[in-house]
């Protein structure tokens, strides 16, 4: 079962600009996981935020989220070629059930 | 610093084969899980597991079992391998008892059949 939906699907963009990547999911959600996966390799978390918060920070991360329209979206600051990989959001329904994963967005950044 | 392995990254097997993916985490983590990656179809769950010798369905169970002997080894089992089967299969592990559900991915294993 898909639960998230991310928005692009691709995404290409130079150095140093932002890159802004977004959620869409169908059910009420415990929190929402932004993951990372270079190509070949397994999936990283890289943050995670509950229901009832709007808005989160690590690093050159931001994650909004929107649970009144079942959105988030995460945005990478001053982007580098080596945040190039493939996002997935994922969401986490009541803590006690798997995590759903959507199908990801590929970021590829040019130097 | 903490892990999940899978023992073969690359694995090429003939139709009807048995095949064993095995995946071993050392966090102490009580919860595994077994997910396949297709292009264009992102991550399905195959099963899960959240205690010793416990199993769960996920989403697309057919031709797959899995075995939990022990806390930190959870096997992803294919009795009779089909083409169709041919995909990166992911191995992934969490904390359990009330932790935050994060996941803990390993490397991967990307499984051809002929």
């Known amino acids: 079962s898909q639960q998230g939906e991310e928005d692009p699907q691709a995404l290409s963009i130079q150095e140093g600009e932002n890159a802004t990547m977004n959620c869409s999911y169908k059910t009420s959600i415990n929190n929402l996981q932004w993951y990372r996966q270079n190509s070949g390799r397994g999936l990283v978390h890289l943050i995670l935020i509950r229901s009832n918060e709007r808005e989160k920070h690590s690093g050159r991360l931001r994650v909004t989220l929107d649970t009144s329209k079942k959105s988030s979206s995460l945005l990478i600051t001053a982007s580098r070629a080596a945040d190039t990989a493939s996002y997935f959001c994922?969401?986490?329904?009541?803590?006690?059930?798997?995590?759903?994963f959507g199908k990801g967005t590929r970021l590829s950044v040019i130097a | 610093d903490v892990k999940v392995t899978q023992s073969s990254r690359y694995l090429v097997k003939r139709t009807g084969e048995k095949v064993f993916l095995e995946c071993v985490q050392d966090m102490d983590h009580e919860n595994m899980f077994w997910y396949r990656q297709d292009p264009g179809l992102g991550l399905r769950l195959i099963y899960f597991s959240y205690d010793v010798k416990m199993k769960e369905k996920g989403d697309i169970p057919e031709g797959y079992s899995v075995s939990r002997e022990k806390k930190e080894r959870f096997s992803l089992i294919l009795e009779s391998a089909s083409t169709n089967q041919t995909s990166m299969y992911l191995c992934?592990?969490?904390?359990?008892?009330?932790?935050?559900?994060?996941?803990?991915f390993g490397a991967g294993s990307r499984l051809t059949v002929l």
């Open positions: 992934a592990s969490s904390l359990g008892s009330g932790g935050a559900n994060v996941l803990t």
């Open positions: 994922a969401t986490d329904v009541n803590g006690n059930t798997p995590l759903v």
